[in-house]
C-alpha cells in the first residue's frame, strides 16, 4: 500500500510554493504561543504584529511599542481525535469517501507538528470501542496513525459515535494538549456541549468537518456515481448511518430537496453555534482539495481567537 505520508506531502508540495508553506508552518508555530513558551526578550513593533504580544510597560519606558518574543520550553503534544465509524466511510460533498478526506487533514496538521518537533497521538474508533495510540516523533510513527484510522473505516465498521472518543480524552488525558478533532457533520447536543466546554478549559481545540453528500438535489445524482444515462430514474439512495432508504424519485423532489436543505442548515448552525461560544476555531471541508486552504483558515482563527 503506498505510504499515506507521502500522499498528504505531496498535496502539500502541490498546494502551496514554498512563502505560503512557511505561512503555514508559522500559523502552526502560533498555536502554542504565550501557552508552554518561557519570554526571551523584546523587539521593536512592526507592522503585522499581534497587538496583544505588546508589553504596554516596557513600550512607555521605551517610547515606541515593543513585542515579546517566546521560546518554546518543552516539546509540544498534538492529540489526533477522530471518528473511525461507518458515518466516514460514506460519500462526501465532493464525492470522496470521507475518511479520505479526514486521513488528509489528520496527515497535514501531523505533519506540521512533526516539522516542528512536537509529538502525535491518535484517539479514534467508533460506538463500540475507542483506540488509543501514544504521542511519539517521526514520520514512521505519524504513517502508523494514518493506517490505523484508513484500516479501521469501512461501510461494515460499527455506527460513529464521536462522543465516546470525546470521553475517551476527558477521561485519560490530563496533560494539556492540542485536541485536532476530525469529523463529519455531527449533531452537537447539550451532553456533547458540556463534554466539549470540560476538553476546552483543559486544552486546546481545533475542529474540522467534514462535509456530508448531498442525498437530495442535482448533486446527490452526479456524486452517486454520475454513470446515469440522462433519462434514467435517480437511484436509491442509502443513509450509511442506518440504512434508511431515500427512493430516487424522491431524490429530485422539490419538496424534499427544500427540507433537506432546511434540515442542514438548521444542523450547521446549531454546530457552529456552539463551537463559537466555546471559542472552539472550526472549518470545514468538502474534499481533500480543500484541507490545506482549510487547516490554513483554522490556525489563523485559532491564533485571533475567533
Same mark, same amino acid.
Given at each position: +500500500? ?20 512557511? +505561512? ?78 479526514? $486521513? ?9 507538528? #512533526? =516539522?516542528?518537533?512536537? $509529538?502525535? *497521538? !491518535? ?30 473505516? *469501512? ?19 490530563? #496533560? ?9 457533520? $455531527? ?27 448531498? !442525498? ?20 436509491? =439512495? ?25 434540515? #442542514?442548515?438548521?444542523?450547521? +448552525?446549531?454546530? #457552529?453555534?456552539? !463551537?463559537?461560544? !466555546? ?28
Amino acid at each position: +500500500m503506498p505510504s499515506l505520508l507521502t500522499r498528504v506531502k505531496s498535496k502539500m508540495s502541490i498546494f502551496a510554493h514554498r512563502k505560503a508553506r512557511g +505561512m503555514l508552518d508559522g500559523e502552526y508555530g502560533s498555536v502554542f504561543k504565550g501557552r508552554s513558551l518561557d519570554f526571551d526578550d523584546l523587539r521593536v513593533y512592526v507592522p503585522g504584529d499581534e497587538v496583544r504580544d505588546i508589553d504596554w510597560k516596557a513600550s512607555a519606558r521605551h517610547g515606541s511599542p515593543l513585542i515579546k518574543r517566546y521560546v518554546a520550553v518543552r516539546r509540544q503534544a498534538v492529540l489526533l481525535v477522530t471518528d473511525t465509524g461507518r458515518n466516514m466511510a460514506a460519500l462526501s460533498f465532493g464525492g470522496e469517501e470521507k475518511k479520505d478526506i479526514a $486521513v488528509m487533514a489528520l496527515g497535514v496538521v501531523g505533519y506540521l507538528a #512533526q =516539522r516542528h518537533g512536537d $509529538v502525535v *497521538g !491518535l484517539v479514534c474508533g467508533d460506538g463500540s470501542s475507542t483506540r488509543s495510540l501514544p504521542a511519539k516523533a517521526g514520520e514512521a510513527h505519524l504513517e502508523r496513525l494514518l493506517r490505523d484510522v484508513n484500516g479501521h473505516t *469501512g461501510l461494515s465498521s460499527p455506527p460513529s459515535s464521536l462522543g465516546e472518543q470525546l470521553s475517551y480524552v476527558a477521561r485519560n488525558y490530563r #496533560q494539556r494538549m492540542l485536541l485536532f478533532v476530525v469529523a463529519d457533520e $455531527v449533531v452537537v447536543d447539550a451532553a456533547m456541549e458540556q463534554l466539549l466546554r470540560r476538553l476546552r478549559a483543559q486544552h486546546e481545540v481545533l475542529w474540522l468537518t467534514v462535509r456530508d453528500a448531498e !442525498l437530495a438535489g442535482p448533486a446527490s445524482v452526479r456524486h452517486a456515481g454520475g454513470g446515469e444515462p440522462a433519462d434514467a430514474a435517480p437511484a436509491d =439512495r442509502f443513509d450509511v448511518a442506518d440504512a434508511l432508504l431515500l427512493p430516487g424519485r424522491l431524490v429530485v423532489s422539490d419538496a424534499v430537496i427544500r427540507a433537506y436543505a432546511a434540515a #442542514q442548515e438548521q444542523r450547521d +448552525m446549531k454546530r #457552529q453555534a456552539v !463551537l463559537r461560544r !466555546l471559542g472552539i476555531a472550526h472549518v470545514h471541508a468538502g474534499s481533500s482539495h480543500d484541507v490545506l486552504p482549510a487547516v490554513f483558515t483554522l490556525l489563523e482563527r485559532h491564533r485571533r481567537g475567533k
